[in-house]
């Protein structure tokens, strides 16, 4: 159960940073 509660928020995170990376790309 705990698994299912923490695995949304790594994904959660790791999109967060695609977003940065994807945006200094952008910016480079």
């Known amino acids: 159960m705990s698994s299912k509660l ?3 928020s790594i994904l959660a ?7 940065r990376d ?3 790309v952008n910016k480079s």
């Open 22 to 24: 994807i945006e200094m």
């Open 13 to 19: 995170a790791d999109f967060a940073n695609l977003q």
């Open 6 to 8: 923490i695995a949304p």
